[in-house]
């Protein structure tokens, strides 16, 4: 199976900051996914990158693919107080299920 | 817009007995996957299922069955609980050649 494993663990920042985490998987993929969940609450879908692409935009985010090192980057810029969240990486082919890694928990100061 | 229904959205039973949780994917969705989040713990895939036939499957102990009806939504059969099967269980959907998997709102089970 394939796993996303984020870094860091634990980010905490003050509003207006940009935060930036990490994701390395172990296999080849053919896209990546990044989710938010809010504590307790079900998983959003921010943003899919495919493997063929390097960098994608989505308003305040920004993601980065880099194949050749398995790995993937989520920038948030001016975060909000909104942001807290823990957000995860995944990858999985059509139809397979998700293999998620222990996820980023974000904290947004205000 | 429609999103993943899952219910009930809280179950309390005791050990040993059984659970059913019932999942009804967006509408035109084919694909149902079904998650398991401990407390404190990243999402676990369990189990998914395409046009009503197993797709894949994760880490789901045989106590546990699933099933996707004609209909499209699916249930997740949980037999001989333990306490150690308290958490949240997520299902997911997706539709014909499409990568992004849209989440439910999840079931709290908790098993006394």
């Known amino acids: 199976s394939q796993q996303g494993e984020e870094d860091p663990q634990a980010l905490s920042i003050q509003e207006g900051e940009n935060a930036t985490m990490n994701c390395s998987y172990k296999?080849?993929?053919?896209?990546l996914q990044w989710y938010r969940q809010n504590s307790g609450r079900g998983l959003v879908h921010l943003i899919l990158?495919?493997?063929?692409?390097r960098e994608k935009h989505s308003g305040r985010l920004r993601v980065t693919l880099d194949t050749s090192k398995k790995s993937s980057s989520l920038l948030i810029t001016a975060s909000r107080a909104a942001d807290t969240a823990s957000y995860f990486c995944?990858?999985?082919?059509?139809?397979?299920?998700?293999?998620f890694g222990a996820g980023t928990r974000l904290t947004v100061k205000p | 817009a429609a999103g993943v229904i899952q219910s009930p959205r809280h179950l309390i039973k005791e050990k040993r007995e059984t659970a059913t949780l019932k999942c009804y994917p967006i509408?035109?969705?084919?694909?149902v996957y079904w998650y398991q989040q401990g407390p404190g713990q990243d999402p676990q895939f369990l189990i998914s299922?395409?046009?009503?036939?197993?797709?894949d499957k994760g880490s789901i102990p045989d106590r546990f069955s699933a099933q996707q009806f004609s209909d499209y939504h699916s249930e997740l059969n949980m037999s001989s609980l333990e306490l150690g099967d308290s958490a949240l269980y997520f299902c997911?959907?997706?539709?014909?050649?499409?990568?992004?998997?849209?989440f439910g709102p999840g079931t709290r089970l908790l098993v006394l």
């Open positions: 997911a959907s997706s539709r014909l050649e499409a990568e992004t998997q849209y």
């Open positions: 296999t080849s993929i053919n896209n």
């Open positions: 990158i495919r493997s063929n692409e």
């Open positions: 995944a990858t999985a082919p059509l139809r397979f299920g998700m293999r």
């Open positions: 509408p035109r969705h084919d694909t």
């Open positions: 299922f395409y046009e009503k036939m197993q797709s």
